[in-house]
């Protein structure tokens, strides 16, 4: 019998500037994917199901007035965070010009006074153009570690969704292993990121990706384009069933805002191709409000969490 009583669907997008089918930033940099893709497409697309969409901002999206307009003068339900991409920001900033350039570093590879100093400088870039503090975080290419989670805990954020269970990710610069992460929202512990530890209202909140572990294959993300429908409901089903001891269930979905701008990644090509990716994603998340699911911000799921006694462990 199902102890679940809750179960919470959010939606985390970075949020960046266009690359190319190579997965390469755009040269000439443009930004179609904020100044068109949130308002008119992917906007629209969450009021029609209800969904609360949280988009998480690259230092470049954050430095084009234009982009910032756009994000000021957005309608509808949304939360906006912060992405790291640590090659772009000072101290040790290594581009100036993001045109036509890739950023593989992780910012966990960082001295931890170098990692803190860029988080410190992102969050600032976001207030001063923003007018408040961000609250929610991913880092760039996942590359996060325990250091990172007291960093992001000293500049007043609450929630981090760079985890990925069961995905190891190598860069020429460091690996990050979240193999044995949890597979639900939870407290991290000081010392490591993928294992739980002492729950209280000033600790970071980790929120992982969704995604379904498979024998000897890659697993399946919860993610549109990645994943069929069917494929996004038998995710949903896996995680009610292995989870039925929970009170909370959350399901995170995660993309780049690119990925509904033709040709700006590796996956949409044609607008055909782009309304397909919204149709799909929209499907998949009616579904799971058919199933008795509530759409929520990214820190709506820790809040989610913290009106339940039952934190996953």
Partial sequence: MSSIEDIV?????DAECDYDPNWI??????????????PERLQPAFAEVGAVPTYL??????EDDACVQTLRSLQGDFELGTHLHAAFIEPQKKFFDYAGVDSPDFQCSYPPDI?????????????????????SFRAGRYGLSSQSLRSLQRLGYRVDTSITPHIRWTEPNATVDFRKAPQQPYYPSDEHIDRPGAASESTMFEVPVTVKPRFMRNPLWFRPWFSTVDQMKDIFRYHVKKH??????SINMMFHSMEIIEKASPYPQNLSEVQYFIEQMQEALQWCEQEGARFVSLNGVRDAFQTSTDLSR
């Fill in 244 to 249: 039925s001891n929970q009170r909370v269930l």
């Fill in 25 to 38: 930033r755009s040269k000439p940099l443009t930004f179609r994917s904020i100044q068109e893709g949130l």
């Fill in 57 to 62: 901002l690259t230092v470049e999206v954050l």
């Fill in 115 to 135: 990692e803190y100093q860029k988080l410190k400088n992102l969050t600032m870039l976001f207030e001063n153009q923003l007018g408040y503090a961000p609250r």
């Fill in 9 to 13: 669907v959010t939606v985390t997008i």
